[in-house]
């Protein structure tokens, strides 16, 4: 289904300069989680990103994707993932805002998405707290799956019995989206192969050291399916329920893992979980 292609890897060089990519990417989600307020439209912050990544010497690389003409994509509530900025959509205290971000950089890309609670966590009904803990948890459960010689697939295992845990703990519905994965990520944002963000029941390629891929699981409070919107882009709960979404790009080296668009490289949740922290010196 997916491919069984022999993965590449990158030098350390090139994992350097994609690090700055993902440097900025992450700077960009940090600024915007500090504007993120009720009556901010998601346009502002679309505009907000495009002047901080350009004025650092970036390229918004969503605006690089055929057909997209925007720096983010703003999904809120029951959008998915891919919602359009607009003017006219007005966030509003307790929305739950999921944000998506990429940048280029001499020629290196980054992409990385973050999920929020508009006016804060006190905005936020515990159900939607429980989905972003559970989805962040997730990510990076993935992430920690992720070793040279091991298999692509098992990052999907392992996002999937996180979910699983979560909502076993929680006393909720969880749905994993599997209509939209991961993907690797260098030169373009979007290189082969995909990489689902659930269980697919098979192994995939082996790892190998210097591979590179964004890992982007997406959960909603109920079920897995989805629609598109008229505008063509805007994924959508076919249930009307609420979906989380969020993704960083990381490295996987023979000394361990690098998450490249965390502003810490991913060190803390890395090592909470018992996987090695393994930045380039």
Known sequence: MF?????????????????????????TLALLREHVRPGVTTLELDRLAEDFIRS?????????????SHTLCTSVNEQVVHGIPSSSCVLREGDL?????????????GDSAMSVVVGGLDAARPADLDLLAATEASLYDGIAAMRVGGRLYDIGDAIEASIDTAARRDARTYGVIDEYVG?????????????PN????????????GFTGAIEPMVTLG???????ADDWTVVTADGSRACHVEHTVVVRDEGLWVLTALDGGQAALQARG???????
């Not at 990520?185 to 990489?195: A, F, S, T, V, Y």
């Not at 996987?275 to 010196?281: G, K």
């Open 275 to 281: 996987a090695a922290y393994a930045p380039i010196r």
């Open 198 to 209: 659930y269980a697919v029941g098979e192994t995939g390629p082996r790892l190998v050291a």
């Open 223 to 229: 079920g897995t399916g989805t629609a598109v919107l």
């Open 183 to 195: 993907h690797g990520i260098g030169e373009k944002m979007h290189l082969d192969p995909q990489i």
């Open 97 to 109: 805002l999921s944000i998506d971000c990429g940048a280029e950089v001499d020629g290196w890309n």
């Open 56 to 68: 650092h010497g970036g390229i918004p690389n969503f605006q690089l994707v055929p057909g997209y």
């Open 3 to 27: 491919g069984r292609r022999k993965l590449r890897g990158r030098t350390d060089e090139q994992v350097l300069l994609m690090r700055e990519a993902g440097l900025l990417t992450g700077r």
